[in-house]
């Protein structure tokens, strides 16, 4: 494994109670499903950087507040995660 791998993997998996430089905020805890870590991990190295930066992005958000998400935007965002849920389904179910 790269060193940029290991500085990948320092950033999104760093504990909740760790805190970015400002100290001003902490960052949120990092999950990983199933293979997905490992899964990341095969990318490309320019791409793993880029994931990296986008979760260490998300670790720091926090609660926002401002323009919410238009419902019909919503909308679409829930039938895609279903036709996503039941494709994975399907796919695990022809794996077995």
């Known amino acids: 494994m790269s060193l940029l791998h290991y500085v990948i993997i320092d950033i999104v998996a760093a ?10 905020h902490v960052m949120k805890p990092l999950g ?3 293979s997905a870590k ?3 991990l095969a990318f490309p190295e320019d ?3 880029e994931i990296g930066r986008a979760l ?3 670790q720091l958000a926090g609660k926002q507040k401002g323009i919410s998400t238009p419902k019909s935007e919503m909308d679409k965002i829930r039938a895609r995660l279903k036709r996503a849920e039941e494709e994975h ?3 695990a179910r022809e794996k077995r």
């Open 38 to 40: 490992d899964d990341l």
């Open 47 to 49: 791409v793993v950087r």
């Open 89 to 91: 389904e399907a796919w």
């Open 15 to 24: 504990p909740a109670h760790r805190s970015c430089r400002s100290r001003s």
């Open 32 to 34: 990983w499903v199933g």
């Open 56 to 58: 260490y992005v998300a």
